[in-house]
């Protein structure tokens, strides 16, 4: 019994610590995760930063100012340095960012690479939610309206390439690009583990060591090698999409074997467990079984499989595509971004084309986090520091 004779404060923090407890123990699996997820920063930060990334290549077509094909190329600033809008010059500041003009011309100083003059007496005026380029938001909705653009003229934030495409808008539509891809490939791995893992697993015997012989042929299979046999058959009249879609299909179908031998691993040890002896008397089918009790006994290596697995699949993406075995122009992803930073041309004078790898960088990064800490916070018997 509460003691009535306890001040007023101490009688809420004991009903508030009641509510709290009441709330842990009838709290579902889901909730308990992201409780548990939630007290760890680094894996919060990086999941901001993710969301970011996401909304970017959701929203490329919007956020970018000009079409990343040929068709939104400035053919006047061919290998441009990346323009930043400003808000004061010698003449003063303004309320509404702006640039000044800039001309080039080439120079025999320079063996004749682009010098830039810019003409600090006129300023050109960056606008917001401006008509452009035709796009098709998510693939479906018309439109031509973009987030900023100038009164007249291009901006480009991140410079331009040697066709005068922008690389700001190349940029975000790589990064969705190269997600579509990543989640393709993890779809495909991840229904055909499940099946497969779960199938040798539960019924172990001849069939599991059938299934476990294929698995590790396909394990043996070198990775460029297949995919420099494949790219040798596609046919060059197929469409960026189909080749697309082709990719996304090989590196789904050559990712599942060790997501398929953790599940098979952890269906051996615990088939033979009392609640699955239970369900099985209780007249329970294989896949309500394996579906139902099994694999949520688990659910924390599915979760870090599958988010460990995503970067995994955009690094093979951009690894073939920075070889030329992937994504090739006009499709914008980031290993086809990253072959134009091979050139030592581009080191020594146009270093703004690494901009693409800090997205790189970053979006890897940043699945390996959120990896992490939903490993913890799946797992019920870690120390998650609060």
Not at 38 to 66: D, H, N, T
Not at 138 to 158: A, C, D, K, Q, T
Not at 372 to 381: E, F, Q, V, W
């Amino acid at each position: 019994m509460t003691d009535l004779s306890q001040d007023p404060q101490t009688a809420a923090e004991e009903t508030a610590l009641d509510a709290r407890k009441q709330a842990y123990f009838t709290a579902s699996q889901g909730q308990l995760i992201w409780a548990r997820f939630r007290k760890q920063r680094a894996a919060m930060i990086a999941a901001c930063v993710l969301l970011v990334l996401i909304l970017s290549g959701l929203f490329a077509p919007f956020l970018s100012p000009y079409d990343p094909t040929a068709k939104g190329r400035n053919a006047d600033y061919l290998n441009g340095a990346p323009q930043v809008p400003q808000f004061c010059d010698k003449s003063g500041c303004s309320l509404r960012p702006f640039l000044h003009p800039v001309t080039r011309e080439r120079s025999l100083a320079t063996n004749f690479r682009w010098v830039e003059k810019v003409n600090e007496d006129e300023r050109i005026y960056m606008q917001f939610f401006v008509t452009g380029d035709d796009y098709r938001l998510f693939g479906v909705v018309p439109s031509r309206l973009h987030l900023f653009g100038m009164e007249e003229g291009y901006i480009h934030i991140f410079g331009t390439d040697a066709a005068g495409k922008d690389i700001f808008s190349r940029t975000l539509h790589a990064v969705w690009t190269s997600l579509q891809v990543g989640a393709m490939g993890v779809v495909i791995s991840f229904v055909l583990a499940l099946i497969i893992g779960g199938v040798s697993g539960y019924y172990g015997g001849w069939l599991d060591s059938v299934i476990q012989m294929i698995t590790d042929a396909i394990r043996t299979v070198p990775a460029i090698p297949l995919f420099m046999a494949i790219a040798a058959f596609i046919p060059a009249e197929w469409s960026a999409e189909m080749r697309f879609f082709f990719i996304s299909m090989i590196l789904g179908l050559i990712g599942w074997p060790t997501l398929a031998r953790r599940i098979r691993t952890h269906l051996l040890t615990e088939r033979n467990q009392d609640y699955v002896l239970a369900a099985q008397l209780s007249g329970a089918s294989p896949s309500h079984v394996i579906r139902r009790h099994l694999l949520p006994s688990f659910t924390s290596y599915i979760i870090v499989d599958l988010v460990i697995s995503f970067p995994y699949m955009v690094l093979s993406e951009t690894a073939l595509s920075f070889i030329g075995l992937g994504l090739k122009d006009p499709v914008n992803s980031l290993g086809v971004m990253l072959q134009n930073v091979t050139k030592s041309d581009v080191l020594l004078n146009y270093q703004w084309y690494f901009i693409p790898v800090i997205f790189f960088i970053t979006l890897v990064m940043a699945f390996v986090f959120v990896g992490d800490g939903l490993r913890d916070a799946a797992d019920p018997y870690s120390e998650v520091k609060k």
